[in-house]
């Protein structure tokens, strides 16, 4: 098994991760707000996020990997502070209690999460992009934005929300530059992006 590099602090990294065999990771609705609920509780400490999409056989995350806040060192509090443990153990979470709601055995992922690292603000704003109309993609839905298990929504909106929505938008200029390139005929030959 080829060695995979950890998540280092301050970097920014596409994440993501499909079903074994294709399988569906999120089968019903309530699927998609646990594995939310799970993501916030293990992900939020250890990274920002400023984009993400889920599918129903896979996901996509944007983040960016926080500093290590300073923590009495134990064996518990070293092992918690580690990005790609936190992931591991989110994902890990998630195929345990599907496994035992469906009654299935086995992997429920593909493969370890891939991580790919965001080098430049293009591939930033391009990667936002590509991440939110991949349900059109895909053809789960006829329009991108009638698709409700995004960040595209929270983005676009002034409610509260955990996403960093100023420096999404930071990124693309403004607000009406980032509606437009989502509109755009933008290619689909975006180098570095792995296709699921």
Request: charged residues 20%; proline residues 5%; contains cysteine.
């Amino acid at each position: 098994m080829k060695s995979i590099m950890p998540l280092q602090p301050g970097r920014y990294y596409h994440i993501y991760n499909r079903g074994n065999n294709r399988e569906d990771l999120f089968r019903e609705e309530r699927n998609y707000r646990y594995f939310m609920g799970l993501y916030d509780r293990h992900i939020t400490p250890v990274a920002e996020t400023f984009a993400y999409c889920l599918l129903h056989n896979h996901f996509h995350f944007l983040v960016r990997i926080s500093e290590p806040v300073p923590v009495p060192v134990t064996t518990s509090a070293a092992k918690a502070m580690k990005p790609s443990q936190a992931f591991s153990n989110c994902f890990n979470a998630y195929a345990k209690t599907i496994n035992k709601a469906y009654g299935r055995t086995g992997s429920l992922f593909q493969d370890r999460f891939g991580r790919i690292e965001v080098t430049t603000e293009a591939y930033f704003a391009r990667l936002v992009v590509y991440i939110h109309r991949n349900p059109q993609k895909h053809g789960f839905v006829a329009d991108f934005r009638d698709w409700p298990w995004s960040s595209y929504h929270a983005l676009t909106g002034t409610s509260a929300t955990r996403l960093n929505r100023s420096a999404v938008l930071g990124w693309f200029g403004d607000q009406m530059e980032f509606h437009a390139l989502h509109q755009a005929d933008y290619t689909e030959d975006l180098t570095g992006l792995r296709d699921l």
